[in-house]
C-alpha cells in the first residue's frame, strides 16, 4: 500500500527533523452518491520545524478532511503523510470533556501522555498559567466563557508536547473581539513554544494575520493552488495595512478559484 | 493617504504583547463569565416544596369531604381518611409498620444491586459490540414493555415461593432498563468527543473508560431511575401474586392481606405506603444523582 506514516525523527532522536509533518502526493476519495468523490488530489506540503502555516479555501476544499489524514484520524487513498510524533489537535468546537474541570480535561492529556501522577497538577496549573487562565483549574466547562474554554482547549493540546499543532478553523465560532485577543494569544505561545502550526481557515485575514505562509487550495478536488509567504513582523494586527494588502492580494485569487467552478 | 499617517509606530509593537494583552483578556474572561450561585432556601420552597404539598392536601380535601358529606357512605369502599391513618398509626405502634416496609425495601434495593450488576456490562456490551447489539439489542428493548407481572407465574414454578423468585422477577423487571439506559447513553456520546479522545491518545479500552463512559452517564442515571422503578412495580407484582406466610410480610403482602380481610382501610394503607417509598427512594437517591451528575456538566436548565 502506498501509505505509511513515519516518525520524522531518526531512531536514536539525536538527528533534528527537516520538518513536522510532510505531505507527499496525498489524495483522498470519500464513496459518494455518484460513485467516488475525489476530496483531495496529489497534494505535496512540508510543514518545517516551527512553522506557521495555513491552509485557506473555500467549501469543499478539503482542508479539514486533510487535516484529519495528518492528525491520522483517517488514511489517505494515495500518497503518504509523516509526522514528528503524534499531532495535537483543535478542532472548531473546543470539545472539552464536561464531566471534568479545566484542569482535569489538562491533566487526563497528560495521564494518557503517561505523565507520572505526582507531576500532573504542577505541569496542568503551568499550562493553564500559559493560556493566562491562572487559577481556572476548577472551573467547569459550562462556567467558562467561549474564548477561555479555546485556551483551555489550546491547553489541553499543548499538554500533549507534540512538535505539531492541527488547528481545525479554533476560533470560527467566536465573536470578534475574543477572535482577535486569541489570534494574538497564538502568536504569542507560537513563539514562546516554537510549535510548528498547521491552522486551517476560510478567512483570508486570519490566516495572513496569523501565518508565516498561507497555502491556498482549490476545491472539488483540492489542490495546492498558490502559496504565499508571509514578510510582515510580528505581532502583527488582523488590522494592519500589510495585512490588508495582502488579504485583498489572496481573495482576488480565492474569488477567482470560487467562481471557476460557476462556470459549467 | 490617511490610512499610512494612522499606521502604529514599530516599537508599540512589543508593549501589546506583554501586560497590555493580559489585561485585555483578564477583561473579556470577567465580562463574559456567567455568575452562578445556588438558590435560597426560602425560594426552593416557594417553587419546589409548596405546590406538591398543595396538591396532597387538596387530594385528601377531597377524599375527606367525599366521606363526610356522604357522597360515598359505604366504609368498605371507601375509608375515610383518618380511619386509614388509624390503621398506619396502628402498624406503627405494634412495631410492624417500619418491619413492612424494610421487608420490601431491602428485596427492592438488593435486587436492583444485583440488576446493577448484571445490566451495567450487558449494556455496555449491547453498545459496543456490533454482533452483540444486532442480536439481542431488539430483545433487550423488547423486553422494556413486557410488564414483569409475567414472569412472576413462570418464578414460581422454576424457583418455588421464596426470595430467589423475588429478586428473578426485579431482575427481569430492571435489568433491560439499565442495559437501555447505558446503550442510549453511548449512543448519544457526541462524535467530537470520541474525535478529541483519539487524538489525545485515548483508543480501545482507554477510550471506553475515560471516553465513552463518563460522556454516556446521563443516559445511564436516567436508566438506573427506571429500572428502579421497574424493580419496584416488580416487586410489588411478586408479592402480591405470590403471598406466601414464610415469606414475611412486605407491602405486596399487606395489601393482598387486606383484600383476603376485606379492610379496605388496610388496603389503603399498603397503597400509600407502596407510593411514598417508591417516591422516596427516588427522591432520596435517584433523584439527587441524576440532578449532580447534569448540574456538573451545566446541563441543567434553570428556570
Aim: proline share 5%; hydrophobic share 50%; net charge neutral.
Amino acid at each position: 500500500m502506498a501509505t505509511t506514516t513515519t516518525l520524522a525523527k531518526a531512531a536514536d532522536g539525536t538527528e533534528p527533523a527537516a520538518y513536522a509533518a510532510r505531505i507527499e502526493h496525498v489524495s483522498k476519495s470519500f464513496a459518494g452518491p455518484a460513485g467516488q468523490q475525489l476530496v483531495l488530489d496529489d497534494i505535496t506540503l512540508d510543514v518545517a520545524p516551527g512553522e506557521f502555516v495555513t491552509l485557506l479555501g473555500a467549501s469543499g476544499c478539503g482542508k479539514s478532511t486533510l487535516l484529519n489524514l495528518v492528525a491520522g484520524l483517517d488514511e489517505p487513498s494515495a500518497g503518504a503523510i509523516s509526522t514528528d510524533g503524534r499531532p495535537a489537535l483543535m478542532f472548531q468546537e473546543h470539545a472539552l470533556f464536561p464531566w471534568l474541570s479545566a484542569g482535569k480535561n489538562i491533566e487526563l492529556a497528560l495521564k494518557l501522555r503517561g505523565v507520572p501522577k505526582a507531576e500532573r497538577r504542577d505541569k496542568a496549573e503551568e499550562l493553564l498559567e500559559l493560556v493566562r487562565l491562572k487559577g481556572a483549574y476548577g472551573k467547569r466547562v459550562h462556567e467558562l466563557s467561549g474564548g477561555m474554554r479555546q485556551r483551555v482547549a489550546m491547553a489541553r493540546a499543548l499538554a500533549q508536547e507534540s512538535q505539531l499543532l492541527l488547528m481545525d478553523e479554533p476560533f470560527a465560532a467566536l465573536d470578534a473581539i475574543t477572535r482577535d485577543v486569541l489570534h494574538d494569544e497564538l502568536t504569542r505561545i507560537w513563539r514562546e513554544t516554537k510549535l510548528s502550526v498547521l491552522f486551517v481557515t476560510h478567512n483570508v485575514r486570519e490566516a495572513v494575520r496569523l501565518a508565516e505562509r498561507v497555502v491556498l487550495l482549490s476545491s472539488r478536488p483540492g489542490r495546492v493552488a498558490r502559496q504565499w509567504t508571509v514578510g510582515i513582523p510580528q505581532p502583527r494586527r488582523i488590522e494592519d495595512t500589510a495585512v490588508a494588502e495582502l488579504s485583498v492580494e489572496i481573495t482576488e485569487e480565492l474569488r477567482g478559484e470560487i467562481r471557476r467552478h460557476g462556470q459549467h | 493617504m490617511a490610512s499610512t499617517d494612522t499606521k502604529r509606530p514599530a516599537g508599540d509593537a512589543g508593549a501589546r504583547d506583554g501586560g497590555d494583552l493580559a489585561g485585555l483578556e483578564a477583561g473579556l474572561d470577567a465580562l463574559e463569565s456567567v455568575q452562578q450561585g445556588r438558590k435560597p432556601l426560602r425560594q426552593t420552597f416557594v417553587e419546589k416544596i409548596l405546590p406538591p404539598t398543595v396538591a396532597v392536601l387538596l387530594v385528601l380535601a377531597v377524599w375527606q369531604a367525599l366521606v363526610s358529606f356522604r357522597i360515598v357512605d359505604d366504609p368498605t369502599k371507601l375509608p375515610a381518611p383518618s380511619d386509614v391513618w388509624d390503621v398506619v398509626r396502628q402498624a406503627w405502634l405494634q412495631g410492624d409498620l417500619l418491619g413492612y416496609i424494610w421487608t420490601s425495601v431491602s428485596r427492592g434495593l438488593l435486587g436492583f444491586c444485583f440488576a446493577l450488576l448484571i445490566g451495567t456490562p450487558l449494556g455496555l456490551l449491547v453498545a459496543r459490540v456490533k454482533f452483540v447489539r444486532a442480536a439481542i439489542g431488539p430483545i433487550l428493548s423488547g423486553l422494556q414493555s413486557l410488564p414483569s407481572v409475567a414472569w412472576v407465574p413462570p418464578a414460581v414454578i422454576w424457583l418455588g415461593l421464596n426470595n430467589s423468585m423475588m429478586y428473578a422477577v426485579i431482575l427481569l423487571g430492571a435489568v433491560p432498563s439499565i442495559a437501555n439506559g447505558l446503550v442510549s447513553g453511548v449512543d448519544q456520546v457526541s462524535p467530537i468527543f470520541l474525535r478529541a479522545g483519539r487524538t489525545l491518545g485515548a483508543t480501545g479500552l482507554k477510550g471506553t473508560w475515560h471516553i465513552v463512559l463518563p460522556a454516556a452517564l446521563p443516559g445511564y442515571v436516567a436508566g438506573l431511575k427506571q429500572g428502579w422503578a421497574f424493580s419496584w412495580r416488580s416487586l410489588m407484582a411478586a408479592e402480591i401474586i405470590a403471598s406466601f406466610p414464610d415469606l414475611g410480610v412486605g407491602l405486596g403482602q399487606l395489601l393482598e392481606n387486606g383484600r383476603n380481610a376485606s379492610d379496605m382501610a388496610m388496603v389503603f394503607e399498603a397503597i400509600l405506603l407502596i407510593l411514598v417509598v417508591g417516591i422516596a427512594i427516588d427522591l432520596l437517591i435517584f433523584s439527587p444523582l441524576e440532578r449532580w451528575v447534569l448540574r456538573s456538566r451545566g446541563l441543567l436548565v434553570r428556570s
